[in-house]
């Protein structure tokens, strides 16, 4: 069979070639795509899918593809341009992707004009990718029925710490189901939640243009479509250093966390407990890697806060959380230094609550947190420095459950409109567990 | 000697008899007004604690901070603040009203000053509220970014910015109601042009070498937050 170029189109393109299944490409930020990634959707399709019709769609693609159509003459691939710049209007800097809404959108408009019936999205610029990455979002969409194909990564210990120390135990005490990877970078998606996306007049506003993979997971979540995760292995991240620090970029996940959290209030406070997401695909370990330095410096950020940031901390937390905070900074001794798994859970729900509560605070507020952030981590890299995955895991499991825990204090402190929680008088709050039972 | 006590008596009489007469009624009619006005101070304060939802001055109360600057609890509601606001100034209606009845200069200058100034009063107190609302947010934001980049003396930092806020502030207000602005304005000019020239000859020789160090030392974390992300992603 002979080659056929790619088709570019805009988005609004009506003559597009129909499919069954789409292969989506999110081009990187210069608008390039990895050989390999375009290498594994076309085997991915030959491979898996050679009975549907198939499209590969590459969002946000410029200057020269790739010439690995020249090895796949079946494979059939539309380019849309880069997205439009008034996308790229951001409020602080990133971790670089602040185009990646409006492609994704692009690439969901036509992937749903194509009348696709699953489609699955990745990145451009992860050389990790192999063409199972695609089946194992497909195939849950088109055989299993379920709407939304969250990825699972395999990761070393102490990579994705917002992800395993924020957003996941968050959104499965939230949502009461245990997604590991909330933000996903990669996804499959169903027509139907496509169209329901799609819906969405307002790609602009915070939590969709800044995290549109942890919007889609709420969406999806949060309106009782069907969720699954598949295990796609490890997971190249490439030098995504954020341009605007830690603080910056803690902070926008922090925003979009709680700014959904308000949108969906009335489907989590009804929610109670969680339970295990469908998973597919070989869960497999890989040798970890040597014990990251740095934990001094965060520690030495965490006492310096202690020291200065109280008056900020006493206009979001609670006076028994502030207490416990300075007990946790007096109680430090090098590797004793502990930071409870209570006290970072109250910590993120009393910011949920203040967020909510004092929203032209919101940009001092957020990035106070940071500190915090980083007392946590250390006490985490210091508990699980000579542990392997699986205690690794039961460590995070245990952080999970005393999210799950204290929900009824979350549930509490975010109907109380007005007084601040630093006023409130000590141990009003939900009851403490005992020990054994976080 | 009787007669002469008489008619001292009888004078003073006369004059009190004068002055009651004179007075009374306009001190009476004062009073009247004044109680009046207190009783529909309270009927208005009443009637709008009621009637008055205020929910989206409420919100604004609440989204701007405004509700937890001007009460640490939180708990301040816009009706609270409308119905107290009603309160006051029929309250002060009424007072003016009623020393308008005496018609003497004195009462005259005192009402029209009065009320030439009040609305100016309210003006400038808005500035100086605006200026406590910008000095507290702009000291914290400055406080926050100040911690996390591990600058030295952030609590200083956010209290040096806090009182030029205020003092910024402060000057305008002064400015505004045509309160000794040259001293005011003057104070201002001194007191930053020497902060800065401090603050220059400080940098300069003084702390030239306090800040090198401190420059390297911030280079170095930042290289070895740099070899670190590569290890390891906070995503």
Known sequence: MAFEAPIEASPDAVDLPPADVVAGIVAAAGGEVH???????????????PQVPGL?????????????????????????????????????????????????????RVASRTGARACAVVHGDVRTVTPEWFELLLRPVLLGGYDWVAPRYHRHKYDGAITHGLAYPLMRALYGLQLRE????????????????????????????????????????GEGYRVCQSFLGARHWGPAAPEGGLPAMLSQIADSL???????????????????ADCFGHRFDLALDPTPRGVDSMLAAFFAACKDAGEVWSEVLSLDTLQAVRQTAARAGGQAFRFENELWTRIVYEFA??????????????????????????????????????????????????????????VQIWTRNGAPASSRPAGEHAPSPSPAEV | MIETLQMILEGVAARLRYQATTYLPSLLAALIILVGAWVMALLARWVLTRI????????????????????????????RLAAQSAYWLILIAGFLTGLSVFDTDLTSQITQSFVFLLPRLVLGGLILLAGVWLSQYLGRSVLVWAVNEGLPSPRRLATAVRILVMFVAVVVTADY???????????FIILLGGAVLAASLAFGLG???????????????????????SLWNHL
């Open chain 1, 353 to 410: 609550a203040a967020h909510r509560r004092q929203p032209a605070h919101r940009p001092w507020l957020l990035p106070a947190l940071t500190p915090l952030y980083l007392g946590w981590l250390a006490s985490f890299i210091l508990e699980t420095e000579y542990s392997v995955s699986a205690e690794v895991e039961e460590k995070i499991e245990s952080l999970c459950q005393c999210f799950e825990h204290y929900k009824p204090y979350l």
């Open chain 1, 182 to 221: 909330p933000l996903a970078w990669e996804f499959g998606i169903s027509d139907r939640l496509m169209h329901r996306l799609l819906a969405e007049d307002d790609w602009n506003r915070p939590p969709i243009r800044i995290t549109p993979g942890l919007w889609m997971t709420t969406v999806a979540l």
């Open chain 1, 258 to 276: 709680f700014r959904l959290l308000d949108d969906y209030a009335p489907v989590w406070r009804a929610r109670n407990g969680s339970r295990p």
């Open chain 2, 177 to 187: 109601l045509n309160f000794a602005r040259h001293i005011f304005l003057a104070a």
């Open chain 1, 56 to 108: 590969i769609l590459v969002s946000g693609a410029a200057g020269e593809m790739p010439d690995v159509l020249l090895e796949f003459p079946e494979c059939r691939m539309v380019l849309l341009p880069p997205a439009s710049s008034a996308s790229a209007v951001f409020p602080f800097p990133f971790h670089g992707t602040p185009w990646k809404a409006e492609a994704l959108r692009n690439l969901l």
């Open chain 2, 52 to 79: 008055f939802k205020g929910m989206a001055a409420d919100r604004f109360l609440r989204r701007s901070g405004l509700a937890f600057m001007l009460d640490r609890s939180g708990r301040l509601r816009a009706t």
């Open chain 2, 207 to 229: 702390g030239r070498d306090a800040m090198r160090r401190w420059v390297e030392q911030r280079r170095g974390a930042a290289e070895e937050r740099a070899e670190e992300r």
């Open chain 1, 35 to 49: 050989p390999g990634v375009l290498r594994a959707a076309c085997l991915s399709l030959e491979k898996y899918f």
